[in-house]
């Protein structure tokens, strides 16, 4: 190593070593360019799979693979019956199902909040009929069902295995994922529908009826998805996910559950950035964590945590999305790696509006290759071992561990949301990271690196219409039902096949309540998209120009015409390569050798007609209001100074 590292610093030519090689990944450790065995003195490598830690995994059947679970927030019932029929047939074996926030929040779509809320990142889902209608044709007891109803889970579960009855559906046999996580549910809606002191309740009543009548289910879920599309680092994702499983350990206790109990009926939701290294780590160090917790809390017979790998929307780019395929497609292979039990893979096109037909086949297909034609699951681990997986496996998990003690040093998970801690701590995250973004120095392939130069725009889907308008009109509230007891699940199934809506259970849960049932409430989170940065700059820049003037040859300027030309496409602003300037913006482009000598000249030249300069590359300028542009440049500022001269 001292050997190798000696020859590259001299290749280096005095450049930082650290700056030039390390990659941090933004994930909150850093990548090196070379590992080898020192890296893993002093660590104590799992060699099993299927035993705690289960750094290395669960242990899987002869064949057994994950389950492809495509994400489904199509607003109305039918376009979500189409969509099921259509994946399922195609090669996708389960669901993530997503409802609309009127649904989340059990607020009607004629409330003050439901006004704005119908529809809004999720299915319609609100009578029986409607669950009747998105799963036509669909034979439930033969998928794999990951169930995100926010806070008012049990309202919609009621009617979900209200369903599931009317098939014949035996519910002992469903080994779903019933999604209730209200810490994330707050965070992403700022807001609990039935308050903190009522969700606690439910958490150890839905945990217990789970118990007694779906023993392979899983009630509660611990998901890091509105944090990271917030802007958190993977170390802090991981920090939250033990936050927050101790929260649900400690509510646990309070209402008679055991830890083994809370354990058995948890499932984890981790987010795969693009990153490969780190976001396998990260999987692996997710197992690692669970483990350490629940030993802490005494428990023997650790069980294997079941983790659903869902790909990063803070990844996708609205401009020549057909590059958030290669994202996807890394991002899944990741969890692949990383042993996930269950993977969503982003559809190239779904922060344009809802996904295309084109957009979830491909999506669906990318797992049914890498599980088919790569075979991919049909090794244990295949990260085992490795230098790089392992040493990034102990780092982040070190580091995610210093940030889960932050946490509970502001009072625990729920505190940090309610105080408004978090929200700095991610803040920070993210200005960092869209600093990173805007020097390219954390480039983005078809965004920041490699932008189009034309117009090859992918199919645009609305996500809210007509129809979904129409629909919402339909509504008319069912009647009101009564609960024998609080937070009852036996008594919103008996309601639920009666005919209630999502909004008369959420009502009857909330009159067993003797007092208000208001709970905290907190700013929510919102996706912050990496490709946000340029977009919101290619939107202000139109009309934007910026003449390119070389010096010298064609040849010898043609390097830095080209990375002009690039940049300025980044931001959206066009370019025309001129023979002379007539005042706005020019950029003056050419070799190191030819600025020696014909710089100076060039830029009284361009002074005379009153444009503002620009030098492609980093010659020595004694002229302040000549800019130089080069690969550090942050783009965002650039722009917005030029916009300032335009106006």
């Not at 750094?55 to 057994?64: C, L, N």
């Not at 014909?598 to 002074?607: D, F, N, P, S, V």
Request: aromatic share 6%.
């Amino acid at each position: 190593m001292e050997t190798w590292r000696k020859r590259v610093e001299e290749e280096l030519k005095g450049a930082d070593f650290e700056r030039a090689l390390m990659d941090d990944a933004f994930a909150g450790v850093s990548v090196e360019p070379l590992y080898a065995a020192a890296h893993l003195q002093g660590m104590a490598l799992q060699e099993e799979t299927g035993v705690a830690p289960y750094v290395r995994g669960r242990s899987r059947a002869a064949g057994e693979n994950w389950a492809n679970a495509p994400r489904y927030d199509l607003p109305h019932p039918e376009s979500l019956n189409a969509a099921l029929l259509e994946d399922l047939p195609g090669g996708s074996n389960a669901l993530w199902l997503q409802l609309d926030a009127c649904a989340r929040l059990g607020e009607t779509p004629s409330s003050d909040i439901g006004r704005e809320a119908w529809g809004d990142g999720g299915c319609m889902l609100w009578r029986m009929q409607d669950w009747r209608t998105a799963f036509k044709g669909v034979h439930l007891d033969m998928l794999h069902l990951e169930l995100d109803a926010g806070a008012n889970t049990m309202a919609s579960a009621a009617q979900l295995l209200s369903l599931a009855k009317e098939q014949d559906v035996d519910l002992a046999t469903l080994a779903w994922n019933l999604g209730l996580d209200p810490l994330a549910s707050l965070a992403r809606d700022g807001m609990l529908p039935l308050g903190s002191k009522a969700m606690k309740h439910q958490l150890a009543d839905l945990v217990g009826w789970c118990e007694e009548h779906m023993p392979k289910a899983r009630a509660l879920c611990v998901s890091t998805e509105v944090y990271h599309g917030a802007g958190a680092s993977l170390a802090q994702e991981l920090g939250i996910m033990a936050a927050s499983l101790v929260h649900y350990l400690q509510l646990g206790e309070a209402t008679g559950l055991t830890p083994q109990q809370v354990a058995q009926s948890t499932s984890l939701r981790m987010v795969m950035d693009r990153d490969v290294f780190p976001a396998v780590s990260g999987l692996r160090a997710a197992r690692r964590i669970w483990s350490r917790i629940l030993e802490a809390c005494g428990v023997e017979d650790i069980p294997a945590p079941w983790i659903h790998a869902v790909g990063s929307r803070r990844s996708m780019a609205r401009r020549d999305p057909w590059t958030n395929q290669l994202r996807a497609s890394t991002q899944t292979f990741a969890a692949i790696l990383g042993g996930a039990d269950a993977i969503t893979t982003c559809t190239f096109d779904e922060v344009l509006n809802a996904p295309s037909t084109l957009g979830r086949r491909v999506a669906r297909n990318t797992q049914i290759i890498l599980a088919e034609e790569s075979r991919l699951g049909d090794v244990a681990d295949p990260a085992g071992g490795a230098y790089v997986f392992e040493s990034l496996t102990e780092e982040l998990a070190q580091e995610a561990w210093r940030f889960f003690q932050q946490i509970e040093a502001e009072g625990g998970m729920a505190s940090a949301l309610r105080k408004g801690w978090l929200h700095g701590q991610l803040k920070l995250q993210s200005e960092k990271r869209k600093h990173l973004l805007g020097t390219k120095r954390l480039p983005m392939t078809g965004v920041s690196s490699y932008p189009p130069l034309g117009d090859d725009a992918a199919e645009v889907v609305p996500y809210l219409g007509e129809t979904e308008e129409a629909f919402m009109q339909t509504w008319s509230a069912s009647e009101p039902c009564v609960m024998r007891v609080k937070h009852g699940m036996e008594d919103l199934l008996s309601a639920a096949q009666e005919g209630a809506d999502v909004f008369a259970l959420t009502d009857a849960q909330r009159n067993t309540m003797p007092t208000n049932c208001d709970g905290p409430t907190v700013e929510p989170f919102f996706l912050q998209r990496d490709a946000e940065l340029f977009e919101d700059l290619q939107a202000a820049s139109v009309g934007l120009k910026v003449q390119l003037l070389s010096l010298g040859s064609e040849a010898s300027a043609a390097p830095r015409v080209g990375f002009a030309e690039s940049m300025f496409a980044t931001a959206g602003v066009s370019t025309s390569r001129v023979d002379d300037v007539a005042g706005g913006v020019v950029c003056i482009c050419g070799s190191d050798a030819v600025y020696e000598q014909e710089l100076a000249t060039a830029i009284e030249r361009c002074k005379t007609s009153g444009a503002r300069i620009l030098v492609a590359g980093r010659p020595k300028l004694e002229d302040a209001s000549v800019t130089s542009i080069h690969l550090r440049t942050h783009i965002p500022d650039l722009v917005a100074s030029l916009l300032e001269v335009q106006v």
